[in-house]
């Protein structure tokens, strides 16, 4: 059980990532996760971090903001954040230290973790309290409930596992902090993004998701069509992205994104665990396939036994009216 909130004597400090000059909302899941063990303080590392540090001073929860501005922010190496992360900890003594479990936290917390000689903690589903948490492991098979005893705990959050902290309704104190010496270990080379009109995968309300019943790539214009309406993101299984059908950045599970939306639609997917484990949390799960053994019908909340190339069309049409 967590203790009251007037019992928490936790100090916080959630590293905040961005992209194009907005907080991701797994950071904002971090800072839901950060308030369960006491006051929070957020740190924003850029290379011009005052507005981003204005921005997030309004996140409901965050009492503080630390600014740390320096050129050798600008591409958010670890090799740089690091070190600023644990001058911060040791200045404030800051018992805990969070981030999403992004490639950006799973890069940072690591090495600051190493630097304060803890042992970081990875992609935490819940806290039980200040030094208990609670993970899972093989694709969501066994769940583990881990208790440190280091006096600083590391911690990387799984951004669909807490809710996301309000945008607005924070007033917190914006304090610039000194940045460290740039270690310059590490060159940013380039950042390749793909850029794309859709709704995003990882944030989007609705998904509609492919396996390899679609038999081949130019079948997920079906899906395309579904996902226009119901203004869907598209994911699909690591199966048909290895196959080839999509990019691999549409792939959904243990290896893909790991998503959280209030639908999720299924259309020749399965089930196999490894892709359940990064959609597990969606809040209704719709489930289209032609077996009705489908593992993927044991965790459905409603299932279609049907053809998707006569299913999917029906439910654009059904959709569009």
């Not at 203790?3 to 907005?22: H, I, N, P, Q, T």
């Not at 950071?27 to 740190?43: D, E, N, Q, Y």
């Not at 290379?47 to 600008?74: F, I, P, R, T």
């Amino acid at each position: 059980m967590l203790r009251a909130s007037s019992r928490l004597f936790g100090k916080a400090l959630v590293v905040a990532e961005y992209l194009d000059g907005k907080i991701v909302p797994a950071s904002l899941a971090a800072i839901t996760a950060a308030t369960k063990v006491g006051s929070v303080s957020a740190l924003v590392a850029a290379k011009d971090a005052k507005s981003l540090g204005a921005e997030l001073a309004k996140v409901n929860g965050v009492s503080e903001v630390l600014v740390a501005s320096g050129e050798q922010y600008a591409a958010g190496l670890p090799e740089e954040i690091a070190p600023l992360v644990k001058s911060l900890v040791d200045k404030h003594n800051f018992t805990h230290v969070f981030a999403a479990t992004s490639a950006f936290g799973k890069n940072v917390i690591p090495r600051a973790a190493a630097k304060s000689d803890s042992m970081p903690i990875s992609d935490i589903t819940a806290i039980e309290s200040e030094d208990t948490f609670v993970r899972q492991m093989y694709a969501g098979n066994a769940v583990t409930t881990v208790k440190s005893s280091d006096k600083i705990k590391f911690v990387t959050v799984r951004g669909t596992s807490f809710d996301r902290a309000a945008l607005t309704g924070g007033s917190a104190t914006v304090v610039e902090t000194d940045a460290s010496t740039a270690v310059s270990s590490a060159k940013w080379v380039e950042d390749l993004i793909a850029k794309s009109d859709k709704p995003d995968l990882t944030t989007a309300p609705k998904v509609v998701a492919g396996g390899r019943g679609l038999k081949n790539g130019d079948n997920f214009k079906l899906l395309f069509d579904l996902a226009e309406p119901l203004k869907a993101a598209v994911g699909a299984t690591r199966a048909v992205v290895d196959a080839g059908y999509c990019p691999n950045d549409m792939q959904i599970g243990q290896t893909g994104k790991t998503i959280a939306p209030q639908l999720y639609i299924g259309a020749g997917v399965s089930g196999a665990i490894q892709h359940v484990a990064g959609m597990k949390d969606s809040k209704v799960i719709a489930v289209i396939n032609t077996d009705a053994d489908a593992p993927f019908f044991q965790v459905a909340d409603y299932g279609l036994v049907a053809d998707l190339f006569d299913a999917v069309p029906a439910l654009t049409k059904l959709v569009k009216n």
